[in-house]
């Protein structure tokens, strides 16, 4: 089963610094864009920051210069370095990941996300 295991979620204070990362496992032929998420109770899940499988990254306005997304293609892990962390940066965050898996309809690129981990900065 092709799943994305996230990880490195939790409490910081205003100014500090987090590092997640989301490992995908499973049966997989290859990985495109992977991409962290986040996600605030009522709001519609919005874009941090996506990387593509030959580097190039983009990130929302909010956290340019601020976080950093890269990637280890060898270990189908993506990660989220965030510094000069926020309390509006407090959110669901979700890794998600375009995968090169088997199906029904044969081998095809299938959406994936992980289960979510929680970011937390207080003020």
């Known amino acids: 089963q092709v799943q994305l295991v996230e990880s490195g979620g939790g409490l910081v204070q205003t100014g500090g610094s987090l590092r997640l990362s989301c490992a995908a496992s499973?049966?997989?032929?290859?990985?495109?864009?992977m991409a962290w998420y986040r996600q605030v109770p009522g709001n519609q899940r919005d874009l941090v920051a996506s990387i593509i499988s030959d580097g190039r990254t983009n990130y929302a306005d909010s956290v340019k210069g601020r976080f950093t997304i890269s990637r280890d293609n060898a270990k189908n892990t993506v990660y989220l370095q965030m510094t000069s962390l926020k309390p509006e940066d407090t959110a669901v965050y979700y890794c998600n990941a375009i995968l090169r898996t088997m199906g029904v309809t044969g081998m095809n690129p299938r959406n994936y996300w992980g289960q979510g981990t929680q970011v937390t900065v207080s003020s």
């Open positions: 499973g049966r997989i032929f290859g990985v495109n864009t």
